[in-house]
């Protein structure tokens, strides 16, 4: 065969890669935008079951929730079936879920079906379409999840006012039936998630197995002319290589040595902190807006505001970190848009009137842009291409929790004190030192791997070292035969030896 054969082919950095990056921009969107947009039907159907606000806020909570924390599973089909198979499935999984809940009988039912398996369907649709652009750019990389992530802020301006529609025309069981069926798109995204070198991965196995049987006859012959003595090593050399095997097959999946990666774990730090406040000032803005006496709709348009400008942060964002000047050093370029996330809302209690919210929406657009442009391509460029499936995988369940208690927290903030400041500055303090302590410990991270990288030029590019190695070698062999009379029988019994060795 030739040399080319079984070597797994590069990123196209186009092509086919900008369908799959439409299709990721729609599952994408669904999973960001749903558990968002779904919060219109909640008044019906809280005075429908006569539930409480807490109650019926579990609904996104418990979605969100799984969204994230079912990412290792997500990352484990992904790792066995492949991207398409996974998203076609969580697409029937979305559709079930919210057909089912239009039948839904009481709100525990409807944390199952709309918590739990429409929360698992969209898991399983974000973690693939961001694997699959990894697997399809790498040069254009940024600039293709800056426009895949841009989904969600378009799935958020078209899903609030059709929402609104189906409500008012079908009511909320009416509703969930529809969403259920436009949910079944995301199967049609699956399918453009086409699989890079299939029939080279076949020739790969192939020329794999015949290596395989050929070394085992190989070994096979040299086992029949050896001694007896000499085969009982060999096996349990072959029981401690199936144990490794054994061990190989349970880390293929999710990669646990990850957490022995420094700069993994301050990414998974990082981004635990920051979420405590990422989701909570979205869900609270337009009651915010309405307590301080704006109406209804204006406060309404508030998040459109939000969503228009987040629309365009996101591509700008990628397209300026694939920058010569930024790509390099574009854990810098995340840490602070955290930072300013955070100081967005730090200032937003300021903001006393209507145009001040405008404003403030303006700029949290583009910090929350900028932040959701970079956050998976921050963590692809820690720890390769290779390792992201299972790094996707093992972020998600750690930040599902604080995904979870974010707004919970807030939510408590506003009903002690009775006034929705303490909940912002809450966010924008637990933000901001988010983004500080991933700029220091990035800048650490930087400073280690370049010295590191600075000793191991030096030692393959010094032959002294090497000369050093051998002269340390030839002294103790010299050493070794000027010892006296001391060594004498050592080295009788080591001549003994050799004479046997070449009589047998």
């Not at 092509?15 to 960001?32: K, L, M």
């Not at 869900?283 to 228009?308: C, N, Q, R, T, W």
């Amino acid at each position: 065969p030739s040399a080319n054969v079984g070597r797994a082919p590069g990123p196209p950095d186009g092509g086919w890669g900008w369908v799959v990056v439409f299709g990721a921009f729609i599952s994408i969107g669904f999973a960001y935008a749903f558990p968002k947009g779904i919060a219109i039907f909640f008044k019906e159907i809280q005075d429908f079951f006569g539930a409480s606000y807490s109650e019926i806020a579990w609904v996104s909570s418990i979605m969100l929730a799984t969204t994230y924390g079912a990412g290792p599973i997500s990352s484990i089909l992904v790792n066995r079936y492949g991207s398409r198979p996974v998203v076609i499935f969580g697409g029937l999984l979305c559709g079930i879920g919210m057909v089912s809940a239009a039948f839904c009988t009481s709100i525990l039912q409807l944390y199952i079906c709309v918590g739990f398996i429409t929360g698992f369907g969209l898991a399983l649709n974000l973690q693939p379409s961001v694997i699959i652009i990894g697997k399809y750019f790498l040069k254009r990389r940024p600039i293709a999840n800056g426009l895949a992530m841009a989904g969600s802020p378009v799935m958020l301006c078209t899903l609030a006012p059709l929402n609104q529609f189906l409500f008012d025309n079908f009511g909320w069981r009416g509703s969930f039936l529809i969403l259920g069926a436009i949910l079944l798109n995301c199967c049609v995204a699956g399918a453009l998630f086409r699989p890079i070198g299939a029939a080279t991965a076949s020739v790969k196995t192939q020329v794999t197995e015949e290596g395989k049987d050929a070394l085992k006859e190989e070994v096979t012959k040299d086992a029949m002319e050896m001694n007896s003595p000499t085969d009982v090593p060999m096996e349990t050399k072959m029981e401690e290589e199936g144990g490794k095997d054994c061990c190989e097959k349970i880390n293929q999946y999710l990669d646990f040595s990850l957490f022995k990666h420094r700069g993994f774990l301050i990414y998974l730090v990082g981004n635990v902190l920051m979420f405590l406040g990422f989701f909570a000032p979205i869900v609270f803005l337009a009651p915010y807006a309405k307590h301080i006496g704006i109406d209804e709709y204006s406060a309404a348009f508030l998040l459109s505001i939000l969503a228009i400008v987040d629309m365009i942060a996101r591509p700008t964002t990628g397209i300026i970190a694939n920058s010569k000047w930024v790509r390099p050093r574009i854990q810098y370029f995340f840490s602070f848009s955290i930072a300013f996330n955070g100081a967005c809302h730090l200032l937003c209690p300021l903001a006393s009137g209507y145009t001040g919210l405008v404003v403030y929406s303006v700029f949290f657009g583009l910090a929350f842009g900028m932040v959701c442009a970079m956050l998976f391509e921050t963590l692809m460029d820690l720890v390769g291409a290779a390792r992201f499936t299972s790094a996707v995988g093992l972020v998600t369940i750690a930040e599902c929790c604080t995904i979870l208690l974010g707004p919970p927290i807030g939510g408590t903030l506003i009903d002690t004190f009775g006034d929705y400041k303490y909940m912002f500055i809450k966010c924008g303090a637990v933000m901001v030192l988010a983004g500080t302590f991933l700029f220091i410990m990035n800048y650490y991270n930087y400073r280690i791997l370049a010295k590191e990288e600075k000793e191991r030029k030096a030692k393959e590019e010094d032959p002294k070292s090497v000369r050093t190695e051998n002269e340390g070698r030839n002294n103790w062999k010299k050493e070794t035969a000027q010892d006296g009379p001391e060594l004498e029988p050592l080295r009788e019994e080591q001549e003994g030896l050799k004479k046997e060795v070449n009589g047998t």
